[in-house]
């Protein structure tokens, strides 16, 4: 009798330790990404662009051909990637102040251009990686290090929901929210991350799956508590499913 | 192609990019250089190419660093305050050493200015616009013909030393028409392979383009091999034009367009007897100190002229080291020197120092 492997480290992934803190959900995603592109024999095509943030270092951490971009500007350098090189798969890794704050010129005329990338977006409420400040996709009354009081919408506005705006565009192929709290919901993400590949490899369009994600440390909260969180605050602010399918993604 | 075509500088710039095995461009709309941008809209989707107009400068240099990080040769043009707001860009392509070549169609500044052309952006150019130690290789053409003979230059520099060329031009430059003639017309496909390139691991491991190195021991490494390599670009590459200089004892230093036009106050000068001749860097970094010294001792006086109130004046201080007297003149705000009013200028010194 042969023992049939139904789960294995991805070859895509590097087999090192990873920076991220107990309870970040990068490691899920980069997993995710990694099995996909392993599943879709993608490696020798694929580059990610990865941002100014806590993923700063991701190119450590997949085998894929990998770029290092300024804050916000992920896009406009996949942009310049893929005009130069359309055969090339290529993915736009950022954050939600990367992507929602200082990158949001650069992220909506991508999507408008419907440039042939895929955007992962890891909206983890806050700017993790220079210690929990506020970001624009901060939840109001929720407490960062700039917000030490709750975000106030009288004085900061309200967070932006990235994935329903630029949903309204025409340029976008796909866009979908997920989570990755659960194992049903990783299940989800991975369906929806697989379409979003297929949208650019089908030469779709743009193509973006946003991920709620943990940072337990910067909401000072175990692990267990931080997916609790995303379950009963962030969900019903940003729900998860798709926003955008245009005809022929699968 | 040995004929000679009559081309707007702007057009003739896009021309010369384009025969130099360019294919994509990215770019914003700003005054004065629009002609350059839109020669490439109308010419490179006819190609095979890619004209992409960006929502922002800081957008435009972020995919031009992403092409160059794709192995391509790139290009994009605009003026003063579209290049500062490059500058961002810019220091990441020059920290990640890929090659790229961006033009300044300089105007007047600061802020908003004026559409006139102007040289005050020669400090931004030669003393490092952006943040951290690095260097942009800076051409300076003075002529049309001139610009159409240093874009190839300027792109074989950036692949050669893998970095930033800024071709600094200005309004002049780009609306005046000249009789142009191409030598060269370079196609993408004859240009050799980037071993480097991140398009894909496809039989290689992976590469990674990145300008940081959160360990300092690490980064002041890299700092210390960009300062070798500007090393060897200040004792290799510097370009520049002695304009009647055998016999001289007054030398006037100006670049660009007013180098062009002292060309033409040193022919008046020397109609009067007066033996004065031109010094025009045409590399402005690496910056010609060795050879602008070796006037020192011939000459009575250095004039150095420029559309600005003094920037280049620093390097001809810095060459000349107070051995002999460094007289300025300077228009700015989109203000152009006169012959008239240069050779004033000169004449008076010359009455001063007599």
Known sequence: ?250 | MSEKIFMKGAEALAEAVIRSGCRLFFGYPITPQNETPEYFSRKLPLIGGTYLQAESEVAAINMVYGAACAGKRVFTSTSSPGFSLMQEGISYISGSNVPAVVANIVRGGPGLGDIQPAQSDYFQATKGGGHGDYHLIVLAPSTVQEVVDLVPVAFDLADKYRMVVELFLDGILGQMMEAVEFKYDIKPEDLPEKPWVTTGAKGRSKNVITSLDLRPEGLEKINLALKEKYKEIEEKEKRWEEYKCDDIEYLIVAFGTTGRIVKSVVDELREEGIKVGLFRPITLWPFPYKELAAFIDKVKFFLDVEMNLGQMLEDVNLAVKDKKPVYFYGRTGGMVPTVDEIKEFFKKKLEEVK
């Open chain 1, 1 to 250: 009798m042969t023992v049939k492997p139904i789960y294995t480290f991805p070859k895509s992934l590097e087999k090192k330790n990873t920076h991220y803190c107990p309870g970040c959900h990068h490691g899920i995603v980069h997993r995710l990404i990694a099995e996909l592109i392993d599943e879709m024999n993608l490696l020798e095509k694929t580059v990610i662009v990865w941002p100014v943030g806590c993923s700063v270092l991701g190119y450590e951490y997949l085998k894929t051909d990998g770029v290092e971009a300024a804050h916000g500007r992920a896009p406009a350098m996949a942009t310049g990637i893929k005009r130069a090189s359309p055969d090339s798969f290529v993915i736009s890794y950022q954050g939600d102040g990367d992507l929602a704050s200082i990158g949001m010129a650069e992220i909506a005329h991508a999507a408008a251009r419907g440039e042939k990338i895929t955007v992962v977006f890891i909206n983890n409420t806050n700017y993790g990686m220079t210690g929990g400040q506020m970001a624009p996709t901060t939840l109001v009354g929720q407490k960062t290090t700039t917000s030490p009081y709750g975000r106030d919408p009288n004085v900061c506005g309200y967070p932006i929901r990235v994935s329903e705006m630029l949903a309204t565009l025409e340029g976008p192929a796909y866009i979908a929210r997920a989570a990755v709290n659960k194992p049903a919901r990783i299940v989800q993400a991975k369906k929806f991350l697989r379409k979003a590949f297929n949208a650019q490899l089908k030469g779709l369009g743009f193509s973006m799956v946003e991920f709620l994600s943990a940072c337990p440390i910067q909401w000072h909260m175990t692990p267990i508590e931080a997916l609790n969180r995303i379950e009963k605050e962030l969900i019903p602010y940003y729900p998860l499913g798709e926003f955008k399918v245009k005809e022929g993604v699968e």
